[in-house]
């Protein structure tokens, strides 16, 4: 596994805790370290997504509600939104990584850690959303 996919889950997990325990991030990321080890490299790539969603979090929430026709942020599954708000960010703030693989990241991780349904959800939402910035760049 290469380190910027094992960087992924641990934001992942990391946002999923702040969103479930309404803990500050940099003590959620604390206690991740305190119990888990990465490398470097994948410590620093995960610092970076989840420090990045959390301060941008609002412009990714309403960024997300445009491309999500009948799902309110507060009806998806919390695993779910997270995948989401962490690839919106790459998405918007990561521009070294390529948008196909931070998409095909994001969908993968829908599959292995949502429900049966998460991986076309996510791509559902994330088709549309990188199809957005695509017409934005482009006017």
């Known amino acids: 596994?290469?380190?910027?996919?094992?960087?992924?889950e641990i934001a992942l997990q990391v946002l999923y805790q702040i969103d479930v325990a309404e803990t500050d991030a940099k003590e959620a990321i604390e206690l991740y370290w305190k119990?888990?080890?990465?490398?470097?490299?994948?410590?620093e790539f995960s610092t970076e997504l989840i420090m990045g969603t959390i301060e941008h979090l609002?412009?990714?929430?309403?960024a997300i509600g445009t491309c999500s026709e009948h799902w309110s942020l507060e009806r998806m599954a919390k695993v779910d939104k997270n995948i989401l708000r962490m690839a919106v960010y790459e998405l918007l703030y990561c521009n070294?990584?390529?948008?196909?693989?931070?998409?095909?990241?994001?969908?993968?991780?829908?599959?292995?850690?949502?429900?049966?349904?998460?991986?076309?959800?996510?791509?559902?939402?994330?088709?549309a959303f990188y199809a957005q910035i695509r017409k934005n760049d482009e006017d």
Do not use: C, W
């Open 96 to 127: 070294e990584i390529p948008p196909k693989a931070t998409l095909n990241e994001a969908i993968d991780l829908g599959k292995e850690y949502g429900s049966e349904n998460s991986g076309s959800f996510v791509n559902g939402i994330l088709d």
């Open 1 to 8: 596994m290469g380190h910027r996919r094992k960087a992924r």
């Open 35 to 43: 119990n888990f080890d990465a490398p470097d490299n994948a410590r």
């Open 58 to 62: 609002a412009a990714i929430d309403e």
